[in-house]
């Protein structure tokens, strides 16, 4: 049950990713270049969100048929998220630790929230689907040790 809860969490995030894109690229009422630049360099991660969000819907219907595949993409969304919001977070800081009165204060509270919050979810993935995979592989072994027979019992008559 986490599994789909976080897998429909991600797609959802995706959904919303890509109809801010829609909106901003081809929705919006003003022609400028800044347009055309959204729609050229967003399209490749339209493209990429499109796919995994395909690879959501078949993780949740592998899981839903009880195999471990399905939690492979809660393993990657999960760790690329927790590297980038990380590497993010030092780029954050570093640009926000200058010598001017403004900086000093640090970054504002709504990245700093942000980041927290991606790095949660990234965390909680993982963490969700590495006990599940164990959790599933137990189950796997016992059952495979229970269907192969006894040693010295032969299935021949």
């Known amino acids: ?5 976080l897998l429909g969490v991600w797609a959802a995030l995706f959904v919303v990713a890509i109809g801010l894109w829609v909106r901003v690229a081809l929705l919006s009422g003003t022609v400028t270049g800044d347009r055309g630049l959204v729609r050229l360099v967003g399209a490749p991660f339209v493209l990429v969100a499109l796919g995994l969000l395909w690879w959501a819907w078949w993780s949740v219907r592998a899981l839903r048929h009880g195999r471990r595949e399905g939690w492979t993409l809660l393993l990657v969304l999960g760790g690329v998220c927790v590297i980038q919001a990380v590497l993010t977070s030092q780029a954050v800081l570093a640009s926000s630790s200058g010598t001017g009165e403004a900086s000093s204060t640090g970054p504002p509270r709504e990245i700093v929230g942000g980041l927290l919050v991606v790095i949660a979810l990234g965390l909680v993935s993982v963490v969700v689907a590495v006990l599940a995979r ?3 592989a137990g189950t796997d ?6 269907a192969t027979p006894a040693e010295g019992v032969s299935d021949r008559g």
């Open 141 to 146: 072994a016992a059952g495979v040790d229970a």
């Open 134 to 136: 164990r959790s599933w």
């Open 1 to 5: 049950m986490p599994g789909l809860v």
